[in-house]
C-alpha cells in the first residue's frame, strides 16, 4: 500500500472524541482504528505491535544497526470534535488546476480560492478532499499514513538505522491524549509528533491551554408573573459572555496573540452551560486571561446578591519551548532532514497544542513536523498527496541521521 491508500483507509474509520466522556479513551469507536492499526503494523513486520488497554497503539521497527539514541514518532487517531467524523468520503483530485473546488454541487458548497488562497501552492498537485459533509481527518491520520509507510519502506529497504518507536494516541483533540501514555514503556530518548502544517515547518512552541466551564444558574416562573422573581439564565450566560475581551477571540487573533473562544452552549431559563477554550503563548498572560473569567463571574454573582454564576477553570497544556529548547541536537537532525530533501526548514509558533507539548513536560522531548493536511477541523480539510509522500521521506532521513 502507498501512503494515499493508507490514508483512505483510516479516514473511513469514525474516529471522533468526546470532550464529555470521563473514559479513556472517550469514545470506544478509537479501539476500532487502534485495532486495525495493530494489524498493519504486524503485517509489516513491526515488533510487539500492540494496543493498551486505553487505546494506545505501540510497536517498535527493529534496529539493523547500532545506535547510542532511540527515536519515536508519534500521531493520534482521533478527529476534532467540534465537527462530523462519520461516514468520510474522500475524494481524490489529481493535478489540481488551480481553481475552486466544488465539495458538495447539491449542497452548494465550495472551497473558494479567495477564502483559501493557500491553495495556489498546490496547483497540479494531487488533493484529498471532503464531500462537505464532514471533516477529513488529515489531522491526524495523515500523521498516522506517513509514519507507518515510512516504517514498511524502512523495514523493506534493509539500511542501516537504530530501533524506531511508533506510537498512535487517542483523544488527542480534547487534550488528553498523553494523559495515559507511558513513557518508560514507549522506550524513546525523543520523539516528533506528525500532526502539523505544511512539510518544512518544524514546531517547537505552542499555546498554553486550559480550559473553561462555566455554569449559570436561573429560576423559572410565568413569564406574566416573572417581574422580580424570574432569573433567565441564557440571558445571564449572555450577560456573563459580553464580559469577555470581544476583540480576543480566534477570528481577530493571529502570531503570539492569545484568545478565548467559546466553543459551545446550552442553556434554558433554568439552567446554563458555557464551554470555553484559554489560549496563550506566554503563561502569565494565560493567567491573566484565566482571571478575567473570574473577575466576570464575580461581577455577575455580586450584581444579582446571589452565585449564579459557578467555574471550573483547569490547565490543558504547557508550552513545549521551555523544555525542548534545551536540546537543540533534536531540532537540528529535524530541520537537516528537511533539508536534505530539498526543503528550507521554517519553525513558528503552533496555534495550538499537540501531544508532544505535554510529552515534553513528562521527559520526552517532542517537537512536531508537518504533514501535509491543510484547514483542519472542517469541512474544507484537504490533504495534499505529495506534501505526505515528503514527509514519508523527512521520517526516513531523521531516523538515518539518528547516531
Known amino acids: 500500500m502507498s501512503v494515499l491508500e493508507k490514508f483512505l483507509d483510516y479516514v473511513k474509520y469514525d474516529t471522533q472524541s468526546d470532550p464529555n466522556s470521563g473514559t479513556m479513551p472517550s469514545t470506544a469507536k478509537q479501539k476500532i482504528l487502534a485495532a486495525h492499526l495493530v494489524e498493519e503494523m504486524k503485517k509489516i513486520g513491526i515488533e510487539d505491535a500492540h494496543m493498551s488497554?486505553?487505546?494506545?497503539v505501540y510497536g517498535t521497527v527493529p534496529a539493523t544497526a547500532p545506535r547510542?539514541?532511540?527515536?519515536?514518532?508519534?500521531?493520534?487517531?482521533?478527529?476534532?470534535?467540534?465537527?462530523?467524523?462519520?461516514?468520510?468520503?474522500?475524494?481524490?483530485?489529481?493535478?489540481?488546476?488551480?481553481?475552486?473546488?466544488?465539495?458538495?454541487?447539491?449542497?452548494?458548497?465550495?472551497?473558494?480560492?479567495?477564502?483559501?488562497?493557500?491553495?495556489?501552492?498546490y496547483c497540479g498537485k494531487t488533493l484529498?478532499?471532503?464531500?462537505?459533509?464532514?471533516?477529513?481527518?488529515?489531522?491526524?491520520?495523515?500523521?498516522?499514513?506517513?509514519?507507518?509507510?515510512?516504517?514498511?519502506?524502512?523495514?523493506?529497504?534493509?539500511?542501516?538505522?537504530?530501533?524506531?518507536?511508533?506510537?498512535?494516541?487517542?483523544?488527542?483533540?480534547?487534550?488528553?491524549?498523553?494523559?495515559?501514555?507511558?513513557?518508560?514503556?514507549?522506550g524513546a530518548d525523543f520523539?516528533?509528533?506528525?500532526?502539523?502544517g505544511t512539510v518544512n515547518d518544524m514546531e517547537y512552541e505552542n499555546f498554553n491551554g486550559a480550559s473553561a466551564k462555566v455554569h449559570v444558574k436561573g429560576l423559572s416562573v410565568h413569564p406574566g408573573g416573572a417581574k422580580g422573581k424570574m432569573i433567565n439564565a441564557s440571558r445571564v450566560a449572555m450577560e456573563f459572555n459580553s464580559l469577555l475581551p470581544q476583540t480576543e477571540v480566534p477570528e481577530n487573533t493571529e502570531g503570539y496573540e492569545g484568545f478565548w473562544h467559546l466553543l459551545e452552549?446550552?442553556?434554558?431559563?433554568?439552567?446554563?452551560?458555557?464551554?470555553?477554550i484559554i489560549r496563550?503563548?506566554?503563561?502569565?498572560?494565560?493567567?491573566?486571561?484565566?482571571?478575567?473569567?473570574?473577575?466576570?463571574?464575580?461581577?455577575?454573582?455580586?450584581?444579582?446578591?446571589?452565585?449564579?454564576?459557578?467555574?471550573?477553570?483547569?490547565?490543558?497544556?504547557?508550552?513545549?519551548?521551555?523544555?525542548?529548547?534545551?536540546?537543540p541536537e533534536i531540532l537540528e537532525i529535524a530541520r537537516?532532514?528537511?533539508?536534505?530533501?530539498?526543503?528550507?526548514?521554517?519553525?513558528?509558533?503552533?496555534?495550538?497544542?499537540?501531544?508532544?507539548?505535554?510529552l515534553s513536560y513528562m521527559g520526552l522531548p517532542c517537537p512536531n513536523l508537518g504533514t501535509g493536511g491543510e484547514n483542519a477541523h472542517g469541512k474544507y480539510e484537504y490533504?495534499?498527496?505529495?506534501?505526505m509522500e515528503k514527509m514519508v521521506r523527512v521520517i526516513r532521513t531523521i531516523v538515518r541521521m539518528v547516531e
Not at 383 to 387: I, L, S
Request: hydrophobic share 40%; aromatic share 8%.
Open 336 to 358: 537537516a532532514a528537511i533539508r536534505e530533501i530539498g526543503l528550507e526548514p521554517t519553525s513558528h509558533a503552533i496555534r495550538g497544542g499537540t501531544d508532544g507539548a505535554t
Open 383 to 387: 490533504a495534499v498527496v505529495e506534501e
Open 68 to 121: 547510542a539514541k532511540t527515536v519515536g514518532f508519534i500521531a493520534h487517531m482521533d478527529t476534532a470534535a467540534e465537527f462530523s467524523g462519520c461516514g468520510v468520503n474522500p475524494r481524490v483530485i489529481e493535478k489540481y488546476d488551480g481553481g475552486d473546488i466544488v465539495l458538495n454541487e447539491s449542497l452548494g458548497i465550495v472551497t473558494t480560492v479567495r477564502e483559501f488562497p493557500g491553495l495556489a501552492a
Open 191 to 196: 520523539a516528533f509528533t506528525v500532526d502539523g
Open 53 to 56: 488497554e486505553f487505546g494506545y
Open 280 to 327: 496563550d503563548h506566554d503563561y502569565a498572560k494565560l493567567c491573566a486571561r484565566k482571571e478575567k473569567f473570574t473577575l466576570a463571574a464575580d461581577f455577575i454573582n455580586k450584581k444579582y446578591g446571589r452565585e449564579l454564576v459557578t467555574l471550573d477553570i483547569r490547565d490543558s497544556y504547557r508550552n513545549m519551548k521551555e523544555v525542548v529548547e534545551p536540546h
Open 265 to 276: 452552549m446550552h442553556t434554558s431559563i433554568e439552567s446554563a452551560d458555557l464551554n470555553y
Open 128 to 186: 484529498v478532499v471532503t464531500d462537505g459533509t464532514t471533516l477529513l481527518g488529515a489531522d491526524d491520520k495523515a500523521g498516522v499514513a506517513e509514519i507507518l509507510q515510512a516504517a514498511e519502506e524502512l523495514i523493506q529497504s534493509g539500511e542501516p538505522h537504530g530501533a524506531v518507536k511508533i506510537a498512535f494516541t487517542p483523544d488527542e483533540e480534547i487534550g488528553a491524549g498523553p494523559s495515559k501514555f507511558d513513557v518508560p514503556h514507549f
